[in-house]
Structures are given as C-alpha cells and as structure tokens.
C-alpha cells in the first residue's frame, strides 16, 4: 500500500494521560501534515513538517502537543496529558518534494483520538 | 476568520441530476484550490483541482469552475451518483511558498436514487 499510513486507526485515553499518534507518508513525498476535524467542523492545519524540520506550526496548540518527523521513522503527533477538548480525528498528509504552492496533498485515513 | 467559506451545509440532488457544490474565499492570495470527497470514519479523498492561470478544470463528472474576480469556485457533479454522497471539502492554498491548505467545513451531499 504506497498511501499516507496512519495509526492507530482509533485511540482510548484517559484524562490525563500521552497519545502518540504515527503517520508513514506515501512513498516519495518527504513533507508532511497533520490536520485536526473536531466535531461539527472542518479540517484545521496544525502543523507542517519536512525530514527533521518543523516548517510552520502556526495551526499547534502552544501547550502539550508537539510533532516530529525524524530523519528514520514515521512522522509523530504527541499530546501530552489529554483533555477531554482533544477528542477528534487527526489526518495526516503528505505531498512530494517541491517547496512551492500548488502541490496536491494526499491524506491517510485519520487517527480517531477519545478522550474519557 | 474563516478564509474559505462553504455556506451551505448540506446538499440534496437526485441521481442523474447535477450537483452544484459552491465555495467563497477571501485571501486573494490563494493561487491553488482543491476539492475533496469525504466518507465517515475515511481520511479526504482528492478529487480535483485549479489553478488561479485557469477558471475551469474538467475530470470526467468532475468540473471545477473559478471565479477570480469573485473569489468564487463551485464543483459541479453530472450526472450525479448515489455512491457521491459524501461531504465535500473545498480547499485553498498560496502565499506562502508552501502547499499548506486552508479547508471550508465542507457540504454534505446527499444524491437519492
């Protein structure tokens, strides 16, 4: 499956707790992003991120959400002692290795986080 | 402030019918816009894109029309499926030398046998 791979695919934590949720991008692409779908809403940038480097995390919560994409492995979204507020899905996206606008980007299936 | 505005929530068309799924933006700064097919519990789907250079792009039922001058583009559907029912995401990027989007809540479409 050459596709933006995420996981997990669903997600239990307690209040108070880490979530770790992973994203492989699709064979080729070296830029990723992870976007956020609270209820009710659309999808909202969080962060871009190329091989060890965070490019723009304007769209991050400023406290206990942090993202990585190191130079082996998949890309990380970690969120730190969870809230109930933090119950969404989490897409990931990649898109190829061109550092203009106008590229498509391609999303996983989503990361679907429940807060209890 | 929302910069891409999808002002209608949900949609309802009968099959073979076409679809008008419209979407409004406001950052005239925006060069490339997308629209993406959603299904419950699925990640979005790209279905089709323009470029600021052109104002219509045509991918079998798929046409997206942009209106720079209005800041305006709509995705029309023909003949529509029931399998399009989905929500539908318009998207926008530019102006910032990145390919970040920037996403409408999307339009539920509902097509009926």
């Known amino acids: 499956n050459a596709g933006v791979m995420q996981n997990p695919r669903h997600l239990v934590r307690r209040r108070g707790q880490e979530a770790r949720l992973r994203c492989s991008p699709m064979k080729g692409h070296s830029h990723v992003y992870w976007y956020r779908q609270l209820p009710e809403e659309g999808l909202k940038f969080m962060v871009y991120?190329?091989?060890?480097?965070?490019?723009?995390e304007s769209g991050m919560p400023k406290e206990r959400f942090s993202a990585e994409f190191p130079k082996e492995g998949p890309s990380i979204l970690r969120i730190q002692q969870v809230v109930r507020g933090d119950s969404a899905a989490y897409f990931c996206?990649?898109?190829?290795?061109?550092?203009?606008?106008?590229?498509?980007?391609?999303f996983g299936e989503g990361s679907w986080l429940t807060v209890v | 402030d929302q910069q891409v505005k999808q002002n209608s929530p949900s949609l309802s068309v009968q099959e073979g019918r076409i679809s008008i799924l419209n979407c409004d933006y406001t950052n005239s700064m925006f060069d490339y816009f997308l629209w993406y097919k959603k299904y419950p519990a699925e990640g979005p789907t790209f279905l089709i894109s323009i470029s600021s250079i052109k104002d219509k792009n045509e991918d079998g039922r798929f046409t997206v029309f942009l209106n720079k001058s209005a800041k305006h583009l709509s995705l029309h559907i023909v003949p529509s499926q029931p399998g399009d029912s989905a929500v539908y995401f318009c998207?926008?990027?530019?102006?910032?030398?990145?390919?970040?989007?920037?996403f409408g809540k999307g339009t539920m479409l509902l097509v009926s046998p």
């Open positions: 996206a990649s898109s190829p290795n061109l550092e203009s606008s106008g590229n498509t980007i391609y």
């Open positions: 998207a926008a990027s530019g102006g910032s030398g990145y390919s970040t989007l920037t």
């Open positions: 991120l190329q091989k060890e480097n965070i490019i723009d």
